[in-house]
């Protein structure tokens, strides 16, 4: 998730947004003088939001970054250190060699994970849904498992969570947080109440690895690369998504750059493939497993702006990065703007609770070693693992019908109440099989279920701290 850009700009462009008195400049950058990147440098700052700032608008790679110790990773060549070290930046080539290096060859590529995904439903036919959900755009197969009790049929009384890895091709350790996930629940089913609980009420999507074609490249190209495996350049899949789509500088039009966000939204098949998964499946949550910086980032991404429910999708985020020991927050809050993502696209669309976890840190970098899998899936597991708890926690869950049929096309509209009256809260899209569930703090609470074909239908209740079933029948 971490913006990346590779490109040079002219040392008149980078003073004038260095300097607080300098005229504005349009900055325009050299792509076809690009250099290959030669070492990784680590910016050191004084002001980490202010000179973060500065640095993001040099639209260099920006491979991860230290909010503790004050510091960024970027990924340049020789100008580019000089250009750095002209502008007053404390830069220093890293000494590590942990983020150069190709990958262990333990960690998985796009063929190993389409046979550990089918191991695991040979030997757990019953409580996984193997499924092809779409085609890369080199024709690579996209593969997500369904893990639920009674796998193959879809209940609309069980609320949907989402996790997905590898949204950018050389961070290799979010598959193998996806892949822990799997082996967690279904090996520990029937033996550890809480996993058998979670299987038995909850329909679980995991997509461990959703760029495949760039994973291929990563393996036998250029174990740097992050985008998908558009042309020779490639497209950000996670600066492509419709949602604020190159609203806010918090991605590049430049095709070279290493957030470039393609030549229009959703062009990229995978973004395709994600977005229809979701469509048809509607979780009330996900995770996007990104590396590195020890984040946990909610929506929204565009500088300045929140979620509707801030006080809900904030909180649980800073729960998740308190067990973590992550730092949680914005996009714009702890890096900077960003634009076309899949999790401000998954809340602006259909009301989903979406985070990105950037797991490690930057001494472990894209690529550590393989040892390191162990304590990362370990510590990760505290939140994905909260999140199966706060579905059974505050909230309203329920199936509207109408002449005993499930009602497909409907709106939720949330009040809650402030003294003696009801204040308008959120608005939730209803999924096709006629369930919704508002994820929600305790409170008095007014829905108002409204649809093309319905009678508007409205609805009282107190939320206290467990989760509220509401069914309605209209």
Not at 89 to 96: A, L, P, T
Not at 182 to 210: C, R
Not at 251 to 258: E, T, W, Y
Not at 408 to 436: E, H
């Amino acid at each position: 998730m971490i913006r990346l850009q590779n490109a040079l700009f002219s040392a008149a462009c980078f003073l004038s947004l260095i300097s607080p008195s300098a005229q504005a400049h349009s900055v325009t950058p050299l792509s076809h003088f690009q250099m290959p990147s030669t070492m990784i440098a680590r910016v050191q700052f004084k002001n980490y939001k202010l000179e973060m700032g500065k640095l993001n608008q040099l639209h260099l790679d920006v491979a991860g970054i230290d909010i503790k110790n004050k510091s960024a990773d970027v990924v340049i060549n020789d100008a580019e250190f000089r250009k750095l070290q002209e502008l007053g930046f404390d830069v220093s080539v890293s000494m590590s060699t942990l983020l150069m290096r190709g990958p262990d060859t333990q960690y998985k590529n796009p063929a190993e994970i389409e046979t550990l995904l089918n191991d695991f439903h040979a030997r757990f036919p019953d409580l996984t849904q193997l499924k092809e959900v779409g085609k890369s755009l080199q024709g690579r197969s996209i593969w997500a498992i369904k893990i639920s009790a009674q796998a193959n049929i879809h209940s609309p009384n069980k609320p949907v969570v989402l996790f997905n890895g590898m949204h950018h091709a050389r961070e290799v350790m979010g598959p193998e947080v996806a892949l822990d996930i799997i082996e967690t629940l279904l090996t520990n089913y029937g033996k550890n109440n809480k996993i058998t609980h979670w299987v038995d009420s909850t329909e679980i999507w995991v997509m461990p690895m959703f760029n495949v074609d760039g994973n291929n490249i990563v393996w036998n190209e250029d174990n740097m690369w992050r985008k998908n495996a558009r042309d020779n350049f490639g497209v950000d899949i996670n600066r492509n998504y419709p949602y604020a789509w190159g609203s806010c500088n918090g991605s590049s039009a430049f095709k070279h750059a290493q957030d470039y966000r393609g030549t229009a939204p959703a062009s990229e098949p995978e973004t395709k493939v994600m977005m229809n998964l979701v469509k048809e499946i509607r979780p009330v949550f996900d995770i996007s497993y990104h590396s590195y910086s020890e984040l946990v980032i909610y929506p929204m991404g565009c500088d300045g702006k929140r979620t509707q429910n801030a006080d809900v999708v904030e909180k649980i985020g800073k729960e998740m990065g308190s067990k973590l020991g992550y730092t949680a927050g914005t996009a714009w809050e702890t890096l900077y703007s960003v634009d076309g993502s899949d999790i401000d696209w998954m809340y602006s669309e259909y009301q989903v609770i979406p985070y990105v976890i950037e797991v490690n840190s930057s001494k472990d970098g894209f690529q550590p070693d393989y040892s390191k899998r162990a304590p990362t899936v370990e510590l990760n597991r505290q939140a994905w693992q909260h999140l199966l708890d706060r579905l059974d926690g505050p909230g309203i869950r329920g199936v509207v019908t109408a002449k005993n049929k499930n009602v497909s096309d409907f709106n939720v509209k949330v009040q809650k109440k402030n003294g003696t009256v009801f204040v308008d809260y959120m608005n939730y899209k209803g999924n096709a099989d006629g369930s919704f569930h508002v994820v929600l703090n305790p409170g008095d609470y007014k829905l108002t279920i409204s649809g093309p074909s319905i009678q508007t239908n409205i609805q009282e209740t107190s939320v206290g701290q467990s989760r509220t079933d509401l069914n309605i029948n209209l």
